[in-house]
């Protein structure tokens, strides 16, 4: 959008939403009874978000709501509220020896009003497990949902204002007016997940007000069949992950490299594979794309490529049929772009050398999927190969794990969450010292005599 009213009337509510956080950081059993009524206002209102993000997708499986936005969401606060106390114990730590008989000290505090920009394909997981870690670090939080996703965003509101304190949270819903302008607050964090093109433009904004910043971004991520790989499992695995959510998945494989000797057999196990996955890809089980523009995006994406259709039959808009593209040109969109859709573009390999190359050549990738016979194999290309994440052997899995962290590098992101990871990444370290009367580190005040010099002297050693 243009300036002018609009944006200043987005101004205007943001900085009203604000400046209403303005309560001192809640102390642990407070932050336990707000991470409690959160979950229990998301349980109650658990077959409200299946029906709203439904038709927000006009189509989305049930199960899959369920299990990665709902279920996810609960086990996220469960896992949190088993470990914030140990999270949040101050560290006693070691002083040098010229500090003597001083005691110190590490306490994780929180960071202080923050902001969280969350996406459209998973509205309710990408703002609220980022809104679970901001509580258990004791911030105050400004949430700002996906405009693509209204009734989603309308929701997660509702849910907001019952279950925590209007000083402690809000959700402020609008378009990208509004998420320009709380960029532009002086927030003392801001977490966006989104787009790679629209994370720098936050960035850009943020560091203007000098604002740390997480950013979950998307990318590229390769999957690599090892030579002698089982094909049906492998095919299995990509499938699953790539059409979970109909492909739109940051985290989803985006192109497969394959040996150059196994790519017929490739492609017809990713046939059957698909087709005992989605046997009607015109049922509930097979997500519809979100946003009307993807539709012409992918069908733009298949244009002159040597499509390959991986259905027995192909569902009609707004869903849209999986396609593997074999040997796209390298320079081509498939193999520039992230495609968050079901489109696998399949490229061909002479060594494990050459694909390894082909990956790292790219810009850092959010995940890595290798799948082989030889662990070992697959761990060799794992530690070879640049990635926010690695997967062995299946795709997408290892981001529900709330122990792993969750992040990228470059392109792919700036930080990382889940877990404790979420926590540290809300918090800061705060040092703290007392200090002993009779501790040798106070001999370097002045007036500066022959002391000072026998402690320069040591120090130069």
Same mark, same amino acid.
């Not at 936005?69 to 996220?76: D, F």
């Not at 999270?87 to 500090?99: G, H, K, S």
């Not at 396609?323 to 968050?340: K, N, Q």
């Given at each position: 959008?243009?300036?002018?009213?609009?944006?200043?009337?987005?101004?205007?509510l943001?900085?009203?939403?604000?400046?209403?956080?303005?309560?001192?950081?809640?102390?642990?059993?407070?932050?336990?009874?707000?991470?409690?009524?959160?979950?229990a206002?998301?349980?109650?209102?658990?077959?409200?978000f299946?029906?709203?993000?439904?038709?927000?997708?006009?189509?989305?499986?049930?199960?899959?709501?369920?299990?990665?936005?709902?279920g996810?969401?609960?086990?996220?606060?469960?896992?949190?509220?088993r470990?914030?106390?140990?999270?949040?114990?101050?560290?006693?730590?070691?002083?040098?020896?010229?500090?003597?008989?001083?005691?110190?000290?590490?306490?994780?505090?929180?960071?202080? %009003?923050?902001?969280?920009?969350?996406? =459209?394909?998973?509205?309710?997981?990408?703002?609220?497990?980022?809104?679970?870690?901001?509580?258990?670090?004791?911030?105050?939080?400004?949430?700002?949902?996906s405009?693509?996703?209204?009734?989603?965003?309308?929701?997660?509101?509702?849910?907001?204002?019952?279950?925590l304190?209007?000083?402690?949270?809000?959700?402020?819903?609008?378009?990208?007016?509004?998420?320009r302008?709380?960029?532009?607050?002086?927030?003392?964090?801001?977490?966006?997940?989104?787009?790679?093109?629209?994370?720098?433009?936050?960035?850009?904004?943020?560091?203007?007000?000098?604002?740390?910043?997480?950013?979950?971004?998307?990318?590229?991520?390769?999957?690599?069949?090892?030579?002698?790989?089982?094909l049906?499992?492998?095919?299995?695995?990509?499938?699953?992950?790539?059409?979970?959510?109909?492909?739109?998945?940051?985290?989803?494989?985006?192109?497969?490299?394959?040996?150059r000797?196994?790519?017929?057999?490739?492609?017809?196990?990713?046939?059957?594979?698909?087709?005992?996955?989605?046997?009607?890809?015109?049922g509930?089980?097979?997500?519809?794309?979100?946003?009307?523009?993807?539709?012409?995006?992918?069908?733009?994406?298949?244009?002159g490529a040597r499509?390959?259709?991986?259905?027995?039959?192909?569902?009609?808009?707004?869903?849209?049929?999986? =396609?593997?593209?074999?040997?796209?040109?390298?320079?081509?969109?498939l193999? %520039?772009?992230?495609?968050?859709?079901?489109?696998?573009?399949?490229?061909?390999?002479d060594?494990l050398?050459?694909?390894?190359?082909?990956?790292?050549?790219?810009?850092?990738?959010?995940?890595?999927?290798?799948?082989? %016979?030889?662990?070992?194999?697959?761990?060799?290309?794992?530690?070879?190969?640049?990635?926010?994440?690695?997967?062995?052997?299946?795709?997408?899995?290892?981001?529900?794990?709330?122990?792993?962290?969750?992040?990228?590098?470059?392109?792919?992101?700036?930080?990382?969450?889940?877990?404790?990871?979420?926590?540290l990444?809300?918090?800061r370290?705060?040092?703290?010292?007392?200090?002993?009367?009779?501790?040798?580190?106070?001999?370097?005040?002045?007036?500066?005599?022959?002391?000072?010099?026998?402690?320069?002297?040591?120090?130069?050693?």
């Amino acid at each position: 959008m243009d300036g002018g009213s609009s944006d200043l009337g987005a101004v205007g509510l943001v900085r009203a939403a604000f400046d209403s956080l303005v309560a001192a950081a809640p102390d642990l059993p407070a932050r336990r009874a707000h991470l409690l009524s959160l979950r229990a206002a998301v349980l109650q209102a658990a077959d409200d978000f299946a029906r709203a993000i439904d038709a927000d997708f006009v189509g989305r499986p049930r199960p899959e709501t369920m299990l990665a936005e709902v279920g996810l969401v609960l086990s996220s606060i469960d896992w949190t509220l088993r470990r914030l106390t140990r999270w949040t114990r101050p560290r006693r730590v070691r002083l040098p020896a010229e500090y003597l008989g001083a005691s110190g000290r590490v306490e994780r505090v929180p960071l202080g %009003r923050v902001g969280i920009i969350a996406p =459209w394909n998973y509205p309710l997981q990408l703002a609220f497990v980022p809104l679970v870690a901001a509580l258990a670090g004791g911030n105050r939080v400004l949430l700002k949902p996906s405009e693509a996703t209204p009734r989603t965003a309308s929701l997660l509101a509702q849910v907001v204002e019952r279950a925590l304190p209007p000083d402690l949270a809000r959700v402020v819903e609008g378009g990208p007016e509004i998420a320009r302008a709380l960029t532009e607050l002086p927030l003392d964090g801001l977490f966006f997940t989104g787009s790679t093109a629209t994370g720098r433009k936050v960035a850009e904004a943020a560091a203007r007000n000098l604002i740390p910043v997480t950013l979950e971004l998307g990318g590229k991520s390769p999957a690599i069949v090892m030579p002698d790989a089982d094909l049906m499992d492998a095919a299995k695995a990509v499938m699953a992950g790539k059409l979970f959510n109909a492909g739109q998945t940051c985290v989803a494989p985006d192109y497969l490299l394959v040996p150059r000797d196994r790519m017929g057999d490739t492609l017809d196990a990713l046939r059957s594979a698909t087709q005992r996955l989605y046997p009607d890809p015109q049922g509930p089980d097979y997500a519809a794309i979100a946003r009307p523009q993807d539709l012409g995006r992918l069908e733009g994406l298949l244009e002159g490529a040597r499509g390959v259709p991986l259905m027995e039959r192909m569902p009609a808009p707004p869903k849209f049929g999986a =396609w593997a593209v074999v040997d796209p040109d390298p320079d081509s969109p498939l193999l %520039r772009e992230e495609i968050f859709g079901p489109i696998l573009p399949i490229v061909p390999y002479d060594d494990l050398l050459q694909a390894e190359a082909f990956a790292n050549a790219r810009p850092v990738p959010l995940a890595l999927y290798v799948l082989g %016979r030889s662990r070992a194999a697959c761990e060799g290309v794992v530690a070879r190969v640049r990635s926010g994440g690695a997967l062995v052997n299946d795709c997408l899995l290892h981001t529900a794990a709330h122990s792993l962290p969750f992040g990228g590098a470059g392109e792919s992101g700036m930080g990382s969450y889940h877990g404790e990871e979420g926590f540290l990444a809300f918090t800061r370290p705060r040092s703290i010292m007392v200090a002993s009367r009779w501790m040798p580190a106070r001999l370097g005040r002045p007036p500066y005599g022959s002391s000072v010099d026998r402690i320069i002297r040591f120090l130069l050693r």
